[in-house]
């Protein structure tokens, strides 16, 4: 029965309908750029929606407009060759990525990019597909290398760095682990610089190990969680052979850089005006 009412939903999402003003709206004045990508942020597909959360329906109408009004969606492996300055990209070029690697993609945003011959790119907790032990399901590594074959790719939100924790004794003050050095209650201190750095290499090593050994990955980039990075966390992170940096800026992507802007497309105060008017806003 579950897996009928899935099917059902991604019907209704590949088939919902879209208004002709919707549809003409970039025809009529078309984003159109050159040289320039376009990367959409989303997180966690549910009918239920929320914060960082869309319906199925909702996301189908973002990937029609996509289809309808002239972008091209590329992967982001051709989008990190283009900003290093080793391939060019087409007109109207967006890329789609996921963070947190739940199994929404797989059951909802797959098949819906899938009638368009779109892929995505989904940035994973490493610890979460190894241990499973989270609340909302995430993707196994089987599910990864299936979708892998299918054009679509898996990289970095780090292994274990993806929450919030106490920065001082009183846990008043808290912050990303990721850019923060923790305190730690067994100590009764917070970190300091050096075990801070090594407890976030130690992360991004692990990580960039497993990638490769699950699934070969020859390409290496990271979305930082939260959003929330420094330049030692970087320069740490291209020690473990990371080289592409994805951030919660918005802003459209030329090439020569190694941090990139994202446009976030998955919260449910995006309507499908408001989504092609976001796009014509970053395409100018």
Known sequence: MKVIAAL?????????????????????????????????????????????????????THMKLLKENGYNVISVEQFADFMKKKGTVPDNAVVITFDDGYESFDQYAVPIMKKYNFVGTHFIIGASSDKQNVHTKHLTWDTMRKLKGEGNSFYSHTYNLHEYAALDKKGNKKGPVLSNPIYLPDKGRVETKKEYMARVEADAQLMEKRLKEELNNSYQMIAFPFGSYTSSVKQLEKNAGVNLFFTTRPGINRSGSDEVFRLNAGTPVLSANKFLDMMKKYGR
């Open 8 to 60: 059902l939903v991604i019907a209704i999402a590949i088939t919902w309908p879209v208004s002709q003003y919707q549809l003409n709206a970039a025809t009529n004045k078309p984003a159109h750029y050159k040289n320039k990508v376009i990367v959409l942020m989303y997180h966690h597909i549910d009918e239920k929606e929320s914060g960082a959360t869309i319906s199925p329906s909702r996301f189908g």
